[in-house]
């Protein structure tokens, strides 16, 4: 019988793709220069200086503390870089996306998200003929095992959707494990693939779930996004269903504006879970988790959910105001980004398609959009948000987008996933490629106590009931927590 591993790939295409990755696999550049560091001591130590490509210099501190005894603090990362890597750059001051050298606006418009998937794993656009095969490879593998759907059956209706995704991506693991060899290169190919061409179907099932409704396959004659839509959308009592084409496009634009961000939150999570060699699909589940916070890929939920208690244009003021208020623990959704101080470039591509698709829709006047409208114009000419370089991020109209299209809000940062698994991905396999590769370990900066001794147990004080917030079980009688 054929092994499931060999089963997407031939023997012959094995050579091709392990020669491909080899000039996929990035290097560190020559160091041309050195900086010198001064230590209180007055030793000094000189260290190389890095020039990528493009974007600011680093100082290769990689022997600092082998050299010096000095960890470096920053947390956050906001100045320090985890790796080398040629998939895709950002210019946050000039506002600028590259995926593999090409810049987001171009692709946007002429490519689609199967192209960029292509574009990213391979590192080339693909020909007519090579984006034929792909997408062939990709809808074969689209269904996903039908033991996977039992998971689903475990959540109650009303899990929010990127509940389900984390565990359900996680359990992707246990389906494909014991063959996955991930120091192979035609297996993290064949992984790859896989997890990109079954996010459609295991994200509309999580819509499915959540929401009671009966699963429904994808078909091989429609495109991958359109699948996900008919996926999510099919009326099981309408066998002539069929999803609008234009709105398939829009969401495709989607897609491909958020395929891959550099080494952000749930990117940088997905590296240092894969770091360990753990489970690639375990550690997009893990990036997943990381996307779900609003100050991540919850965002454009988040903007929603501000626009909604906005209400109407009068109470923008107060919105602002409470946003610059650092008391208030309220900052501005889909508001400013950690690379970006300039407006981030897939926002402005968006703010296109939304005034677009509310045409297309005559939604000219939803409020969603005629708030956001105003609070961006508010917020941009206002000095707290000008001095900061707070600009509208992605999130902050994809949101108004898809609510118009019809997702349902809780399915935003599911989709911003099903885009992102491309990236997650490619970048896991970049990490994994490397000749060299180290486990991520961040240092701390211990301020705790030390050196304390153990009292016996009868001296100690009684803090239990200061320290925690949960009540007794009831003394007498039968009950039973709820779980
Ligand atoms: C994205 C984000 C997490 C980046 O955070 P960061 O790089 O750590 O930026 P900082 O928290 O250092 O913010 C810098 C300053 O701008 C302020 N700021 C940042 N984003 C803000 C926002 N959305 N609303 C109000 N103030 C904001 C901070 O309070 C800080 O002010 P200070 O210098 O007076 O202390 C942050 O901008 C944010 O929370 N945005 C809202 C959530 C969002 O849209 N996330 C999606 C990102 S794609």
Known sequence: MQSRKSSLLLEKDRKNIEKLYLDLVPKVPESK???????????????????????????????????????????GYTCTGSCVSQITFIDGEKGELLYRGYKIQELAKTCDFVDICYLLLYGELPSMQDKKNFDTTMKNEMLVHDGLISFYKGFQTGAHPMAIMVGVVGALSAFMNEDLDVKEAVQREISAIRLVAKMPMIAAIAYRTARGLPIVYPKKKLSYTANFLYMMFADPMDPDYAVDEYLAG?????????????????????????????????CVAAGIASLWGPAHGGANEAVLDMLDEIGDS????????????????FRLMGFGHRVYKNYDPRAEII?????????????????????????????????????????????????????????????????????????WITQWREMISEPVLRIGRPRQLYVGHINRNVNDRTERENSYDTLSVLTDPPKKGFSIYKP
């Open 33 to 75: 220069q050195t900086c010198k560091l001064t230590l209180p001591d007055g030793q000094t130590f000189e260290l190389p200086i890095l020039n990528g490509s493009d974007g600011p210099p680093m100082i290769d501190s990689r022997n600092l503390y082998a050299k010096t005894g000095y960890f470096t603090y920053d947390p």
């Open 250 to 282: 829009v969401l495709d634009k989607i897609l491909v504006l958020h395929a891959d961000h550099e080494q952000n939150a749930s990117t940088a999570t997905v590296r240092i879970a894969g770091s360990s060699i753990a489970n690639p699909f375990a």
């Open 314 to 329: 009068s109470n923008i003021p107060e919105c602002i105001k409470k946003a610059k208020d650092k008391n208030s623990g």
């Open 351 to 423: 703010r296109d398609v939304c005034h677009e698709v509310l045409d297309y829709l005559d939604m000219k006047n939803d409020p969603y959009f005629k708030i956001g409208l105003e609070l961006e114009k508010v917020a941009l000419s206002d000095p707290y948000f000008i001095e900061r370089k707070l600009y509208p991020n992605v999130d902050f109209y994809s949101g108004i987008v898809l609510n118009a299209i019809g997702i349902p809000k809780s399915m935003f940062t599911v989709i911003f996933a099903l885009a992102r698994s491309i990236g």
